[in-house]
């Protein structure tokens, strides 16, 4: 089966094309066509749209999560969701966070420190990951973030700068934009990764200023192709936004008097002493608009589609306004619209690796692997071009098709299945039996047929009339005595090709999910559902 392309029409164009590059641009497809924008959904949410909900706006919910916001008012999830985001804690931090480096020491002790770093990494990303798995939306947001802010290890190197930098995300994630924004341009692995730390008034760093202008808050040119800066706003923000040094006995961000600029500064027409402060304050005041449909269309491509809608982003730009930058309303208000449970808007993005992996262990519901084994996870989300601390760049992840290609796919279904092969990580083991029993009644006398059904619904967003099931054996057994049940025979075909793909052979009428072998069974069928194309999207 060339899985790829027997994907249904409605979802090609969210794979490459066989050869394509990862590297080359590839069109974006039209916005979604529906007229519904953000007024509340109000209508209760059924099992999928809930799924949904989860899927975009953590990393995927339980099945105890998906079945209990299943009924409820979107906007009533929401809040829960967000809810609990809010009161989401920091992790404790390492053992290492406050061992500085021992620049008075022997040869020998720099490079014990320099060779901890790798190790302290790894834990970090395991820390991430797992709480990834166990937590929601904060975690979700930290990694949307990641990839806005972006800064890379290779540079900063040092992982107590990575420590402090997934500080800063975890703090401001659900906050307000602006002070998140002044936040992350004194974080210190932002210092050092876009030079900040060297920018002085004799010789003011341009790196950070067009960087905050063209991919932190405004792009270079607003929704009519109007430029929203000209270069000598980025060479005088530049001189606004010197003074601060990194010290490197504590790797704390340090502003010095004597290296910032304290003479008048033109930025957008207004001429004052800017400081760094007073820089995002012009910034926020001169450009709100741009700001917020900028920022509006980011949040749009990563939790809604990969095309921005103009009518939908306008809104959620308007939003943002309104509530003076603060990212919580604006969550609230797509999570809840009638736009983001529009049919072609679910099943209809790609999930990133991160997603994919955190969100397989977040669908059984039943722990996380040990801090030991995310080393392989890790290693696995690498070969996929996701390397958690270290993007290709300051842009982030492109994202899109470069997630899935010829090459990629085949590699995310081995992946997927060593994840689900018993002994993989240890002592730690996934239980297809147990979300079966959350699913189904194992009493019904039409379980048989339910099991596969409800499945299938769980683990994929697409509709299951739209999946390409190949050549599933036929029943086994003696028909002629146990037939078909009607109901099953005159139902949706996807019913009986599912039913048949789960019984592999075995009679249907001697099914019962207490028999030996049930375990193996189920776990095979997830298998085979996580190894179809539709899988991989969300």
Request: charged share 20%; proline share 8%.
């Given at each position: 089966m060339d899985s790829i392309f027997e994907t249904p029409q409605r979802f090609r164009h969210l794979f490459k094309e066989r050869g394509a590059k990862s590297s080359e641009k590839t069109a974006l497809p039209p916005p979604v066509q529906?007229?519904?924008?953000?007024?509340?959904?109000?209508?209760?949410l059924s099992f999928r749209e809930s799924a949904h909900l989860f899927r975009r706006a953590t990393f995927?919910?339980?099945?105890?999560?998906?079945?209990?916001?299943?009924?409820?008012?979107?906007?009533?999830?929401?809040?829960?969701?967000?809810?609990?985001?809010?009161?989401?804690?920091?992790?404790?931090?390492?053992?290492?966070?406050?061992?500085?480096?021992?620049w008075a020491g022997t040869q020998a002790d720099k490079q014990a420190y320099f060779d901890k770093q790798f190790g302290w990494a790894a834990e970090l990303v395991a820390v991430w990951m797992t709480?990834?798995?166990?937590?929601?939306?904060?975690?979700?947001?930290?990694?949307?973030?990641?990839?806005?802010?972006?800064?890379?290890?290779?540079?900063?190197?040092?992982?107590?700068l990575a420590y402090k930098y997934l500080s800063t995300l975890h703090q401001h994630a659900l906050g307000n934009f602006r002070d998140f924004t002044i936040a992350v341009g004194i974080d210190p692995s932002m210092l050092v990764y876009l030079d900040g730390r060297l920018s002085t008034r004799q010789n003011p760093n341009e790196n950070y200023a067009r960087e905050l202008l063209e991919l932190f808050t405004m792009g270079e040119f607003d929704r009519?192709?109007?430029p929203n800066y000209t270069q000598t706003d980025i060479v005088e923000l530049s001189r606004a936004l010197t003074g601060y040094e990194l010290n490197y006995t504590y790797f704390t961000a340090r502003l010095t008097q004597v290296r910032r600029d304290n003479k008048e500064k033109t930025i957008f027409g207004r001429t004052e002493k800017f400081d760094f402060g007073g820089a995002h304050r012009v910034l926020f005041e001169e450009r709100p608009t741009q700001i917020a449909y900028f920022m509006a269309s980011k949040l749009y491509t990563e939790f809604v589609y990969v095309t921005p809608h103009e009518a939908v982003v306008e809104e959620l730009?308007?939003?943002?306004?309104?509530?003076?930058?603060?990212?919580?309303?604006?969550?609230?208000?797509?999570?809840?619209?009638?736009?983001?449970?529009?049919?072609?808007?679910i099943g209809a993005q790609i999930k990133s690796p991160a997603a994919l992996f955190t969100g397989l262990f977040r669908a059984f519901g039943q722990g996380v692997p040990e801090r030991s084994s995310w080393n392989r996870i890790r290693w696995w989300m690498e070969q996929q071009s996701q390397r958690l601390l270290d993007p290709p760049n300051v842009a982030g992840w492109p994202g899109y098709r470069t997630w899935i290609s010829t090459s990629s796919l085949p590699q995310r279904w081995s992946n997927l299945t060593m994840a689900l092969w018993p002994g993989q990580f240890g002592s730690f083991k996934v239980n297809a039996v147990s979300i079966t029993r959350k699913l189904v009644d194992s009493n019904d006398p039409m379980a048989v047929f339910?099991?596969?059904?409800?499945?299938?619904?769980?683990?994929?967003?697409?509709?299951l009339e739209s999946i390409v099931i190949d050549a599933p054996p036929e029943f086994a057994g003696d028909l002629m005595v146990n037939p078909i049940p009607d109901e099953v025979q005159n139902g949706p075909d996807y019913v009986l090709d599912l039913t048949r793909v789960f019984l592999r052979g075995f009679p249907w009428y001697s099914w019962d999910l207490n028999r030996q072998g049930i375990a193996y069974q189920t776990m095979e069928y997830v298998r085979w559902l996580v190894g179809l194309p539709e899988y991989q999207l969300m």
């Open positions: 529906t007229t519904a924008g953000l007024e509340p959904y109000d209508q209760p995927g919910g339980s099945v105890e999560q998906v079945k209990e916001a299943t009924g409820q008012l979107a906007s009533r999830v929401t809040q829960q969701i967000i809810q609990e985001g809010l009161e989401r804690s920091a992790p404790d931090p390492p053992s290492w966070h406050e061992e500085w480096p021992p709480r990834m798995v166990t937590g929601g939306l904060r975690d979700r947001m930290m990694l949307f973030w990641h990839d806005h802010f972006a800064t890379e290890r290779d540079t900063y190197f040092y992982s107590i009519h192709g109007n730009a308007q939003c943002f306004i309104d509530h003076d930058f603060e990212i919580v309303p604006v969550l609230e208000a797509l999570f809840s619209s009638q736009h983001f449970y529009s049919e072609e808007v339910k099991v596969p059904v409800a499945l299938a619904e769980f683990f994929l967003a697409v509709p």
